[in-house]
């Protein structure tokens, strides 16, 4: 039927690795791209490479295959993301915290950061839970960047419940408020519809609560991964196949971790361990490439030195 099998590759695939399509005046994680980079990152990829799902990845293709995917379930996907992706014909794949959709809380970090953005001049520490006893972290003695990564991680190995508590006391103490910023909102369980009910989205699955697995017990790691799935399925209709770690480096997720995605049937598992797909990986344990908010320019040159295939 015309297509020369001689000029097919079996390719790796690059998986990049977006969170949030937004212009955020607070962004201490940099977890935001500005619609328009992302824009420019979808118009190069189509350009030059082969836009695919996770289902897809590994088909032989003339151009190397390229997946996006977005973590996490911030509504930004659905109003920015989408219509962008959708316009440029490049699918995407969300990976969403069931248990954030239609939590108006937001997730614990950036309640952390709207709190730490208003400590009070004269508060020079902060108490947190550890293992049973409080500790006192120091803040301020240089930037407020410093003291979000001090804090985040010391909160980090905490379950997401005592997070949340740590930072209502410390909201109350202080007095000010931990609400998360307005534009750093989580889809509502019809914004996830929409997203699912598009041709261009995939919805994947990032356990019940974001909780960062390495060393929680088996069980609750079990839980918290097919929880999202079935949680998901339900809410969607239709099979949830992909899964990514949160957090993803390789220290945040240990080998039940992956036991325990393998066991709720995930066709996939991302991590964010830099690297190219190959058709020889572990497909649950794909690494992936973490996209910062660069321009057309950079990110070309990143998409050149990401070697692929
Ligand atoms: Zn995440």
Redesign the pocket.
Known sequence: MGVNVLTMKRNGALILCY?RVAESAEDPFFLCVRPDNFAAHLEEISRAREPSTLADAFLPSRRPRVVVTL??GYRDNLTNALPIAESKGVPITV?V?SGMVGNSNGFWWDRLGALLRSRPPHVREICLPAGGRDVRLPLGASGIREDLDSVRRHLLPLRVAEIERALDAVSDQWQVSSASPPDAGTLTPEDLLQLAASDTATIGA?TVD?VRLRDRPMQEQQDSISASKRDLEKSIGRAVSHF?Y???RRDDFDDHSVDAVRSAVFDTACTTIPGTARPSADPHRLPRRVVMDWGRLRFKVQLQRWKVG
């Open positions: 969170h973590d996490d990976f915290t990032h974001h990514a949160p957090f993803g």
